[in-house]
């Protein structure tokens, strides 16, 4: 049996890829109590799937030079 079915950890946020490949929803991995969002439930974080820095919405992230996300140089 595998027990290594997921790319996230145990504790923690996970993040849930995108239909367009492009960004990643985070996911909180934690209990309500711990950041305000239920086990599971999108958090407030968007994180680029190709440089992957993080903000709570994605016009605010901050890439990294050579990010090959397309929405990245986009306004
Ligand atoms: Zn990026």
Not at 5 to 13: C, F, I, K, L, V
Not at 21 to 49: L, N
Not at 57 to 73: E, L, S
């Amino acid at each position: 049996m595998s027990t290594e079915e997921s790319t996230g950890s145990e504790s923690g946020t996970v993040g849930e890829l995108r239909d367009d490949d492009h960004w990643i929803i985070e996911r909180s991995g934690t209990p309500v109590d711990v950041d305000g969002f239920k086990m599971g439930e999108p958090a407030d974080h968007i994180i680029c799937a190709h440089c992957f820095r993080a903000a709570s919405h994605y016009k605010q992230v901050t890439h990294a030079a050579d990010c090959t996300n397309p929405d990245a140089h986009t306004t």
